[in-house]
C-alpha cells in the first residue's frame, strides 16, 4: 500500500480565528487522501525567528517526504517571495523571510526555489491571506506527486536571519542567550551541549559552571534531580542547554525572558 503523504502545520494563527482551519479546508480539497499534522499554531505573533527553531526542533521527527508549511508572515502582500524548500528527505513550503533559517545549515543536499507557477495557487486571491491562496495549495499539490522543479527556478539569495552569537572567550568561558520558552517556563538556550562537552545522557557532576542574570543554575541531568525551587540547567532532548525549575516557572519565577545572556564557564 502507498504511504499517506504527510503536511505539517506551523504558524502564528492561534486557535480562536479560523484561519488554521481554512488551511486545511484548502489541503484536503485538493488532496483528500492527506494526513495534516498540526506542529504548533502558537508561535508568538510575528516571531519569524521563534519559528525557525520551532521547524528544526519538530522537523525531524516526521516520515521521509513530508512536506513542512511554516508561515510566520509579517510582510505578506509584499514583494517577499513564496518558497520551496527541499532537502534531502524533507520538503518546505513558507515565505522568503528567514523562516528556513535554522534549515538550510542542517543539510548536505539543498535547493531552495522561488516558486513562480501561480497556477498553482487558488484562482481568488488575497492580498492578506497567502497561506490559504497559495501556500496551502502549493503543500496540496505536491503532495498528489508534483515535480517540484515545476513550481519555479533555484535560487541562492533567500533570506537568512541574524540568528544570536555563541561567544567562545579565550577563559574558558562559553556566551549564549535564551531564545526560547516554552509553556512550562523553561528557558532554551542557543548553546549546545556538544559545545560544552555535556550530553543529555551524560552525569554533569561539578566539571562547569552556568550562570545567568549572576546566579548559578547548577547542571543536573533530568528535572526531577533537582529537589527545590531553585534554578538549574540540562541539557534538553534537542541538545540544547535549558534553564528549569523543577515544578515551575524558570522564565516567570526569575524573570528571564529572551535574550537574556547566558555564560558557561568550562573547566
Do not use: C, W
Not at 491562496?133 to 533570506?159: C, H, N, Q, W
Amino acid at each position: 500500500m502507498e504511504n499517506r503523504p504527510f503536511i505539517t502545520l506551523t504558524t502564528d494563527f492561534g486557535n480562536k480565528d479560523p484561519f488554521a482551519g481554512i488551511m486545511k479546508g484548502v489541503i484536503v480539497s485538493i488532496n483528500p487522501s492527506v494526513t495534516i499534522v498540526d506542529i504548533t499554531h502558537n508561535i508568538s505573533p510575528q516571531n519569524v525567528l521563534e519559528a525557525a527553531f520551532t521547524l528544526e526542533m519538530s522537523y525531524a521527527s516526521f516520515p521521509h517526504k513530508t512536506i513542512h508549511v511554516a508561515v510566520v508572515d509579517p510582510g505578506v502582500g509584499s514583494a517577499r517571495r513564496p518558497l520551496l524548500v527541499a532537502t534531502d528527505y524533507h520538503y518546505f513550503i513558507g515565505p522568503d523571510n528567514g523562516v528556513f533559517s535554522r534549515i538550510y545549515h542542517l543539510t548536505e543536499s539543498l535547493t531552495v526555489i522561488h516558486i513562480t507557477a501561480e497556477h498553482y495557487f487558488l484562482p481568488q486571491r488575497s492580498s492578506t491571506f497567502h497561506v490559504r491562496d497559495i501556500f496551502a495549495a502549493l503543500a496540496a499539490g505536491m503532495s498528489k506527486g508534483i515535480d517540484i522543479e515545476r513550481f519555479g527556478d533555484p535560487i541562492t539569495d533567500y533570506v537568512t536571519l541574524q540568528e544570536p552569537a555563541i561567544i567562545s572567550s579565550s577563559n574558558n568561558v562559553v556566551e549564549g542567550e535564551v531564545i526560547y520558552i516554552d509553556r512550562f517556563g523553561n528557558l532554551m538556550t542557543n548553546i549546545p551541549g556538544q559545545k560544552i562537552n555535556v550530553s543529555g545522557n551524560s552525569e554533569p557532576g561539578d566539571r562547569l559552571k552556568v550562570v545567568v542574570k549572576d546566579r548559578e543554575a547548577p547542571l543536573k541531568k533530568y528535572y526531577s534531580e533537582a529537589g527545590d525551587k531553585e534554578l538549574y540547567s540540562l541539557v534538553n532532548s534537542f541538545g540544547y542547554l535549558e534553564l528549569f525549575v523543577n515544578s515551575g516557572n524558570a522564565s516567570s519565577d526569575f524573570g528571564i525572558n529572551v535574550g537574556e545572556k547566558v555564560g558557561v564557564v568550562l573547566p
